[in-house]
Structures are given as C-alpha cells and as structure tokens.
T-cell receptor, first 115, second 115 residues
Framework: KAGVTQTPRYLIKTRGQQVTLSCSPI?????VSWYQQTPGQGLQFLFE???????NKGNFPGRFSGRQFSNSRSEMNVSTLELGDSALYLCASSLAGTGNNSPLHFGNGTRLTVT | AQSVTQPDIHITVSEGASLELRCNYS??????LFWYVQSPGQGLQLLLKYFSGDTLVQGIKGFEAEFKRSQSSFNLRKPSVHWSDAAEYFC?????????????FGQGTRLTINP
C-alpha cells in the first residue's frame, strides 16, 4: 500500500506570495492532518480534516488554511508568506473513523523556503 | 492543555549498548502516547503507541516503552542499538477527547551511535 504522498518536496517562495501544498493520504484513510516543523518551535499542529470538514485546528493565524476533497486528498495554503513560514510541512493521514485513536502516518514533507 | 518534555536534546551511545530515551508528559487523565522516529530529510515513522491497557508496549525495530502513570512518563527503550538507529526521536501526547490526530510533540532527542 502506498504511503502518504506530499508534493512538491521543495519550494522556494518570496515574501508576500502565497503557496499551496498537496497531500495524498494512504488509501482508505479519511483523516488528514498538517504539521509545521521548524528548528525553533519544533512540531506544531496546524489542522485536521475529516470527510471534507475541518475537525481540529491549531494556533496558527488565518493566513494558514486548508481543505479536503471528496477523495480525501488535502491541500494547505499559506497566503502573504513571511520569512518565519520557512519550515518543513508534514502531512499525516489516519483511519480516524468513529473511534478516533488511529495513529498518524506521515509523509516525507514539503520543505518551504521563504526569501 | 497537554505538554511533553524530552529532557535530553542529544544522546550518544555505542553500538550494541542499551538505550533509554526519556519522555515526561503533562495531562490530567490518561493520554494517548506515541514515539516517532525521524531520519534526515524524511517524515516521521511511528515506533509504538499507548492508548490503554498493558503499560509495557512493544513497537517496531525492537523498541519498547513503558507508561508510568505515577511518574507521568513514557520512556523508550531498546536493549541493543544498531548504527541504523541513529535518528531523531519524538515523544508525542494526545488528548483522547480530541483524538489521536491533534498531537503535542516534544522537542526531540537526537541519537548518535558510536561504532
């Protein structure tokens, strides 16, 4: 079974631009979560989508948004990029049905550099 | 809100030696607990998880962890490390009421193996 696929692997953007990252979950997984990883702040939860609805949200500004499609694929968008948005963005999927203790399976991430 | 502390930023052990990585959490009830491992340039791989029941949990690659409620700890152990175990290890905690998708991660412990 294929793992979580994130595209692109690397991105370089300029301050003020916007960016869209894509995530394809493991087949059959209906929940997709996004995390930001930086050297200073570590791993921080952004949001989780389940059945096309945002189910959980972290403490990030509104510039960070996401969505999930009917095939469970997800995208996250960051608008008006700032230098501090440079990070590894990790997507994770899980079965997460009515029992919500299904563990996360992570992709290899998208490395975003903002210049 | 839950929190996680990994007291050791960096640990060096010799190949074949035993390993224990420490993790302390803060949460008012029994949390979901996880250990993940990350190799350079890669995403996170789940080593093991604790939801309830037996407090000694077996994981992949010969790792195990023990949940100690009285000490609010979930330390990771391996009896004999291999050079391929060199990586960064993350402990994570989730609140059952929020599910296993919204996790709080520790800052990580980087493991170096001496030949």
């Amino acid at each position: 079974k294929a793992g979580v696929t994130q595209t692109p692997r690397y991105l370089i953007k300029t301050r003020g631009q916007q960016v869209t990252l894509s995530c394809s979950p493991i087949s059959g997984h209906r929940s997709v979560s996004w995390y930001q990883q930086t050297p200073g702040q570590g791993l921080q939860f952004l949001f989780e989508y389940f059945s096309e609805t945002q189910r959980n949200k972290g403490n990030f500004p509104g510039r960070f948004s996401g969505r999930q499609f009917s095939n469970s694929r997800s995208e996250m968008n960051v608008s008006t990029l700032e230098l501090g948005d440079s990070a590894l963005y990790l997507c994770a999927s899980s079965l997460a049905g009515t029992g919500n203790n299904s563990p996360l399976h992570f992709g290899n991430g998208t490395r975003l550099t903002v210049t | 809100a839950q929190s996680v502390t990994q007291p050791d930023i960096h640990i060096t052990v010799s190949e074949g030696a035993s390993l224990e990585l420490r993790c302390n959490y803060s949460y008012g009830a029994t949390p979901y607990l996880f250990w993940y491992v990350q190799s350079p340039g890669q995403g996170l791989q789940l080593l093991l998880k604790y939801f309830s029941g037996d407090t000694l949990v077996q994981g992949i690659k010969g790792f195990e962890a023990e949940f100690k409620r009285s000490q609010s700890s979930f330390n990771l152990r391996k009896p004999s490390v291999h050079w391929s175990d060199a990586a960064e290890y993350f402990c994570a905690v989730g609140a059952p009421i929020q599910g296993a998708q919204k996790l709080v991660f520790g800052q990580g412990t980087r493991l170096t193996i001496n030949p």
